[in-house]
C-alpha cells in the first residue's frame, strides 16, 4: 500500500530555520500533487505549500517569503524548508499526496505527522 515517511522537524527558536522532508514509498500509477499541511492544537489543518508536477508552487499568505516547498515527483520526495520561523508556525506538519495507486482508486494520502515546535 501507499505510504508517507516524514523526518526532520524538531524544536527550534524563534528566526531560525528547520526542514521537514518526505518520501512516498508503495506502487503509485498516478502522482497529481504534493503539499505540506499543518494542525495546531485546536485548530483546523490547513494548507501550508502544494506543489504540482510542472513546477508551480503554492503558499499560505502567512508563509510566503519564509517557506520554499520543493519535490521530485519522479523519485516521489518532497521537502519544506522553513526559515524566519515564528512562534505561531508551531503545529504538525503532514506531508500529502493526490495519488492513483495501481491497484486502488485515486485518494489523498498523508503521512502520521511530524512536529515542529518554534520557542519564542
Known amino acids: 500500500q501507499v505510504q508517507l515517511a516524514e523526518s526532520g522537524g524538531g524544536l527550534v527558536q524563534a528566526g531560525g530555520s528547520l526542514t521537514v522532508s518526505c518520501v512516498v514509498s508503495g506502487s503509485i500509477f498516478n502522482l497529481y500533487s504534493m503539499g505540506w499541511y499543518r494542525q495546531a492544537p485546536g485548530k483546523q489543518r490547513t494548507l501550508v505549500a502544494g506543489i504540482a508536477p510542472d513546477g508551480t508552487t503554492n503558499y499560505a499568505d502567512s508563509v510566503k517569503g519564509r517557506f520554499t516547498v520543493s519535490g521530485d515527483f519522479s523519485r516521489r520526495t518532497i521537502e519544506l524548508e522553513m526559515s524566519s520561523l515564528k512562534p505561531e508556525d508551531t503545529a504538525v506538519y503532514y506531508c500529502?499526496?493526490?495519488?492513483?495507486?495501481?491497484?486502488?482508486?485515486?485518494?489523498?494520502?498523508w503521512g502520521q505527522g511530524i512536529q515542529v515546535t518554534v520557542s519564542a
Open positions: 500529502n499526496i493526490d495519488a492513483l495507486p495501481r491497484w486502488a482508486v485515486r485518494n489523498n494520502f
